[in-house]
């Protein structure tokens, strides 16, 4: 059989590969810290938990408007007024099944051979994936760790051409914590008047996760983007509800319904008790996502700290999510040979930076979305061998 020629260019996520892989040696007996995958380890918040319940006890169990519910949507539109004062309609709001979708439909409407699309390099993976998936031709967005792996407005804006059709930006940011200023943003978007074609997709799923009195600065808080504006968030970080997969995007109106026939033709809806959970996550209590954020910072602290006490390790203080991203480049090690001997030898679970993109090299990313007792020995574990072996 023959397939098409665009999955000869489509990648992967490898942080799930290396989870496999984690879990397969476990499954031998191995004590194995995972500190790769991007998931809170805490439980989701029962009262959320008791909504999905109560939704299926209710008989929530048929299909639902492709865009999701409107209970739902009026919700985020309240929380997003909330939290960042800018006012969102309903009629702008999809739910979507996590926050890949959005990441999808987003650079299949804009991707085709001849264009160009801009993405963070280090950033998260499925971005270039798929827009090779698409012929676009990717520009990678240079992220910086003397820039406190925050973009560059001035950088980023020189890198548009007449052929640009999309930029994908992302703080605070996977794989780095890095987190971009206001003024930064503002210049960014003040550079983006010259080009008015051109859409942006601003991923800001880690929005509530940020640390040391900083703002999250919210791409709707500037009007003279928002008809061509897309932001990408959910709750898998925020409310730990990874598998639950739930998410949602903010379309302007003449991007929405070419959103919602793509929806209806990949995956019709979203589970229904699913979005009555997430009613109950944005509406309750939000004790849970205080704590949480607490639990980060303190383990984000303990993380940077001890990275800088490894052998050839230097690591800055990430400002957001639950990455830390070590540069590695003193020890010797290529990152991802470092990042599989380190899963072989000593049972601690890392990515390595090029899974990110070509400036990820010398840089392994470490999800402190684990005990900090189980850093505590993963730092261990990793000093000793960096202190005993040398780069293969």
């Known amino acids: 059989m023959k397939t098409v020629a665009n999955f000869d260019r489509i990648g992967e ?24 995958i991007g998931q809170p380890d805490f439980r989701t918040p029962e009262h959320i938990v008791e909504a999905a319940i109560k939704a299926l006890q209710d008989g929530h169990h048929g299909y639902t408007p492709a865009v ?8 985020v539109a309240n929380d997003l007024h909330r939290r960042y004062g800018v006012q969102v309609s309903p009629d702008e ?15 299949l409407m804009f991707g085709e051979p001849g264009v160009e699309i801009m993405y963070p390099d280090p950033g ?8 090779e998936y698409t012929g676009a031709t ?8 003397e820039n406190g792996f925050a973009f560059s407005a001035d950088e980023t804006l020189s890198l548009i051409t007449d052929k640009t059709r999309l930029i994908i930006i992302n703080s605070p940011a996977n794989p780095t914590g890095g987190v971009t200023p206001k003024a930064e943003v503002d210049k960014f978007v003040a550079g983006l008047e010259k080009w008015p074609e051109v859409a942006v997709m ?13 703002q999250h600065v919210c791409l709707l808080n500037y009007p003279s983007i928002r008809d061509r504006l897309i932001l990408l968030n959910g709750w898998s970080k925020t409310y730990a509800m990874t598998g639950w997969r739930l998410g949602y995007a903010i379309w302007p109106g003449k991007l929405y319904e070419n959103a919602r026939k793509l929806a209806v033709n990949l995956h019709s809806c979203v589970n229904a008790s699913a979005q009555y959970a997430g009613i109950a996550a944005l509406t309750g209590p939000q004790d849970a996502v205080a704590h949480m954020r607490r639990e980060f910072d303190k383990r984000r602290k303990l993380v940077v700290e001890g990275l800088n006490k490894l052998p050839g390790v230097s690591c800055i203080t990430p400002a957001g999510a639950f990455y830390a991203f070590p540069n590695v ?13 380190l ?3 000593t049972g601690v679970a890392l990515i390595g930076g090029p899974d990110f993109g070509m400036l990820g090299e010398g840089y392994l990313r470490l999800s402190y979305a684990n005990s900090a007792e189980n850093i505590l020995k993963a730092l261990d574990r990793m000093g000793t061998f960096l202190a005993s072996r040398k780069a293969a």
């Not at 590969?17 to 500190?35: E, P, W, Y």
């Not at 990717?138 to 760790?145: F, S």
């Open 124 to 131: 998260f993976p499925i971005y270039r994936s798929m827009i």
């Open 343 to 345: 899963l072989d030898e």
């Open 202 to 214: 601003s991923d800001e799923i880690y929005d509530q996760l940020i640390y040391d009195g900083r």
């Open 93 to 107: 709001v999809m739910i979507m099944p996590g926050g890949k979708p959005t990441m999808f439909m987003s650079i």
């Open 68 to 75: 999701g519910i409107l209970p739902l949507r009026e919700a």
């Open 138 to 145: 990717p520009v990678p967005v240079p992220i910086r760790e």
């Open 329 to 341: 480049k003193q020890t010797g090690w290529k990152a991802k040979p470092l990042a599989n001997a």
């Open 13 to 36: 996520e490898n942080a799930f590969a290396v989870l496999a892989r984690a879990t397969a040696l476990a499954a031998q007996g191995r004590d194995i810290i995972n500190l790769g």
